[in-house]
């Protein structure tokens, strides 16, 4: 078992190669970049069985062989995503259930039911160049470049969904703030924008779609904690609220969603204001000069006008930057 830890960012297609020769990759570059072919089939029940238990199960072909995966949902916050990760070497294309030996998974796996309804139901197939990069600190992070589809799979036919431009910052040991660093480095120089959501993600949504917009906008829950949260634990959950929000404001105007992430920004620029020591050094000054900035634009509630400005600016890189920068801060 491993606990995965990567930021997951989109990137153009027409923009990965441009990976190779950026400064921030080559100068702690270990070996030459690798290129190959993944192609990767989730199963699942017809009724989506494992997505409801907080699982996905893949079977990869890569370099010539067949890997097993299983991994936990995990969570998602500010683009880093963790997540638990069980990996096996398989002898052929089909997941096998006896390699399944944690005892919580293995009693899932036992159900002979379970077993039989197991299916294809979405494959992602895209061409991986990979960056394996060493830090003075001893910290070891691998760089991801994928580009393809993803697609459906039934007993008939394969259908396109949509195409995969992904850029995935894995932090193989070390130190979790250099996942933001390199991002930010990367991004001064190729747009780029978080994704809080895994390929997985991506194809359950296609099989069992979301409404337009959530029943309610996202509000901060701080009462949660049971005693005085911290100031990274308000920030963590104001950053939560704000990118919660910020995807329904993609999809469509809606004032309640406006207000609750104008209170998760107006939160974050307090909790760093009053971060002690911290609050009075040049990078938290300049990071609150951005949520100030921001908050102009986040107003409620939002007429047609405002609300196409407010979404070029979400869908802007200084907002992206905001929040890889606002992610460094946490993990500093």
């Known amino acids: 078992m491993a606990n995965e830890i990567e930021l997951k960012l989109r990137i153009a297609e027409s923009c990965a190669h441009l990976l190779n020769q950026h400064a921030a990759i080559t100068e702690r570059l270990v070996e030459a970049p690798w290129t190959r072919k993944l192609v990767s089939i989730y199963y699942d029940t017809p009724d989506l069985a494992l997505l409801d238990a907080g699982l996905n199960l893949r079977v990869r072909s890569m370099s010539g062989g067949w890997f097993q995966a299983i991994k936990s949902t995990g969570q998602s916050i500010g683009g880093l995503h963790q997540r638990l990760e069980w990996e096996d070497l398989l002898t052929n294309n089909a997941p096998d259930f006896n390699k399944i030996t944690e005892p919580h998974l293995a009693n899932i796996f036992a159900d002979q039911k379970l077993r039989a309804a197991l299916k294809p139901v979405f494959i992602v197939d895209v061409v991986r160049t990979d960056w394996l990069l060493n830090y003075p600190d001893g910290s070891v992070i691998e760089v991801s470049a994928d580009i393809g589809d993803l697609k459906s799979s039934t007993d008939h036919a394969c259908e396109h969904i949509c195409p995969i431009q992904e850029l995935e910052i894995e932090l193989k040991q070390g130190n979790t703030y250099h996942l933001f660093e390199l991002a930010l480095a990367l991004q001064q120089d190729i747009p780029m924008s978080i994704e809080n959501g895994s390929k997985a993600q991506m194809g359950y949504r296609y099989l069992r779609p979301q409404p337009l917009i959530k029943t309610h906008a996202q509000a901060m829950n701080i009462k949660r904690f049971k005693s005085p949260p911290t ?102």
């Not at 469509?252 to 209170?263: D, G, I, S």
């Open 231 to 332: 100031t990274k634990q308000i920030m963590q959950e104001a950053l939560t609220s704000m990118q919660d929000n910020q995807e329904i404001l993609k999809k469509v105007n809606h004032t309640p969603a406006v207000y609750h992430m104008k209170l998760a920004n107006n939160r974050l620029a307090s909790a760093l204001a009053y971060s002690g020591y911290r609050a009075t050094d040049r990078d938290t000054l300049s990071i609150i000069q951005d949520l100030e900035w921001l908050a102009q634009f986040l107003i409620s509630p939002c007429d047609n006008f405002a609300y196409q400005n407010l979404n070029a600016i979400l869908n802007g890189q200084r907002y992206q930057r905001i929040l890889l920068r606002l992610g460094a801060w946490l993990h500093q």
